[in-house]
């Protein structure tokens, strides 16, 4: 399965739980940490990364554009953007492989089912009472 982007992501986190994201985000913030802030988080930095990727790229466009020289000051700012686009690549391939898994291990519960028969369901177990103490 090819990596999903911060927006793939962000649809499926609203699917699971059947609520647009910023409501989602909005509730999070209410609640103790758990799965939902966990995705979020995942959702949070996949798209960070995304945004860097698109920052780094296009500073190299500028960078290597046809009309510009390339000087041994400019060198420096290209291996420096270079190393910082691959850096941003490896959190979204991370980031994004995590956050997959993760999704795919979850399911949206549906309500419980009665019970198909007609006989009404045991009750449960009686624990015995213990016996009194005398002194």
């Not at 959190?91 to 198909?116: D, F, G, I, M």
Request: proline letters at 11%.
């Amino acid at each position: 399965m090819p990596d999903l982007t911060s927006t793939d992501i962000a649809g499926r986190i609203e699917d699971l739980y059947g609520a647009p994201l910023a409501d989602l985000e909005a509730h999070a913030q209410e609640q103790p940490p758990g799965m939902l802030s966990a995705l979020l988080g995942m959702h949070d930095a996949l798209a960070l990364a995304e945004r860097s990727i698109d920052f780094h790229r296009d500073q190299l466009a500028r960078l290597v554009h046809p009309e510009r020289q390339i000087g041994p000051h400019e060198v420096s700012h290209l291996l420096d953007g270079t190393r910082q686009l691959a850096e941003a690549v490896a959190v979204r391939e991370t980031q994004a492989k995590s956050v997959t898994a993760v999704l795919q291990s979850l399911a949206r519960v549906s309500a419980p089912t009665p019970p198909s028969s007609s006989r009404p369901a045991p009750a449960p177990p009686r624990v015995p009472a213990s016996p009194a103490r005398s002194r």
